[in-house]
């Protein structure tokens, strides 16, 4: 059949509101579009695709996007579509100061307006780095196009002198190695390039691997989305085929809205729980769904979380890397693993449902992905906490965590910022012991600003010296997904917000109790609202441009860090036409 024969609504779609029209309008959408040699029949009414890259030199995950988008457009024109590369903001992890989640708003914005302003009929969101995942599909969502994530994929394995190392995670091992005088600085910066030796994303199950597992789990991308490497030829045919499929979900009209539902939400909770995800895919699923206006609670992560397992043995809470885990099945192995847990019948954007894609996956290393009977490790779900300290909740990844410190009363030693934590921590004087609850304030959405990955404060030296490797840890900021710990994070409201966290003060006894999914100040109410009357009300130096925008607007950590006004989704009606 020919492409026209089985596209009935060709010429009819939004792109036609541009390029379809017989006047000076049409003339000008057509005419400066022809400047890059574009044949006649690309203004055909074809479905129209729009291609937003993260690409930047300054997001080395992102760096080899244009690879990936050259192989999506192949499979567009394949299918008679024609495909539009267009640049979105890219949120460098790595790089951007303060933190790339200040921006991820931002770029949400950047990807809503440009979707909604261009004659496109579908888009492909590429994305690979923690913060661009996340921020394509708020803005997408907005929008509600057909639409399908393409993940960059992770970087090969680290390796330095014999030992396989991770993203992120070894940075932290080793830079408390050098604390605790077990390496020196010369071995620690002459891991640096061992650590990243290939094109892609963090290869340990961080942020990005996790939210490309999201991808693949939530069914806006395409099967093993989570895990083929950046580098592996098998990448550009999931891009090549997603190009293809992209241009039949137009013709299907396979919008967004109808494609995530909130089952499809519940099947990403059970994944991130069963591949001891990232606690960042808390926020930034929460601020997806917000946006879908779909009704997704941290009750609904506590909820899924309680049962999972996880599965897969991977830094930052086991030892493998993201090819091992590639190589071992990826993650239509674990979906299979866990089918007794999920709404089998979600639909994903290759038109197939989750179960059907993924039921006879199989499972090559079980040293890497764990069977359901004899799991890694017992608790794979975030749990959620709640308490005098945590009113809009708190959570903590049990996976990560000592379990002698699940359950755990110590005094708290308070840090005001991350400045006061990095001026005093190592000071020899300091009043701190492996017992004690470190509190770090004022690095959540507003205090920070943009919530940065701080929670998982390095131990000071003089414990790390005593081999101690885990303290716990209490902070409205967010960690590192390649992080690990018993690390109590998110807590909301967070202390520049007026939350209790702004009233705890050195010396105070807190109770941390994981299993009754408790965190809580012993300090009676009467002196705490004392207190209250007498704390400063918070300032920082963001007094300007976007900085101020977002500390005025955006929401807490409970439900994803979003703007206020962003929450929703308006579809794609330009109202007015620009000539
Ligand atoms: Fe980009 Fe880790 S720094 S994924």
Redesign the pocket.
Known sequence: MSNDAKDPNKGKRRSSEWWGKADKDGFAHRSWMKNQGLPEDMFDGRPVIGIANTFSEF????AHFGGIAERVKRGIYEAGGFPVEFPVFSN???QLRPTAMLYRNLASMDVEEAIRGLPMDGVVLLV???KTTPALLMGAASCDLPTICVSGGPMLNGHYRGEQIG??THVWKFSEAVKAGEMTLEDFLGAEQANARSAG??MTM????TMASMVESLGIGMPHNAAIPAVDSRRNVLAHMAGRRIVDMVREDLRMSKLLKKENFENAIVVNGAIGGSTNAVVHLQAIAGRMELDVSLDDWDRLGRSVPCLVNLMPSGKYLMEDFYYAGGLPAVIREVGEFLNKDALTANGKTIWENNKDAPNYNQDVIFPLAAPFKPNGGLAVLRGNLAPNGAIIKPSAASPELMNHRGRAVVFEDIEDYKTRIDDPDLDIDENCVMVLKNCGPRGYPGMAEVGNMGLPSKVLKKGITDMVRVSDARM???AYGTVVLHVAPEAAAGGPLALVQNGDMIELDVANRRLHLDVDEAELARRRETVKPFENDYRRGYSKLYIEHVTQADTGADFDFLIGRSGTPTLRESH
């Open positions: 997001n080395p995950c992102n460098s992890e790595s690979g780095c923690d993203s992120g994303h963090c961080g942020t990005a691997s590192s997904g390649t």
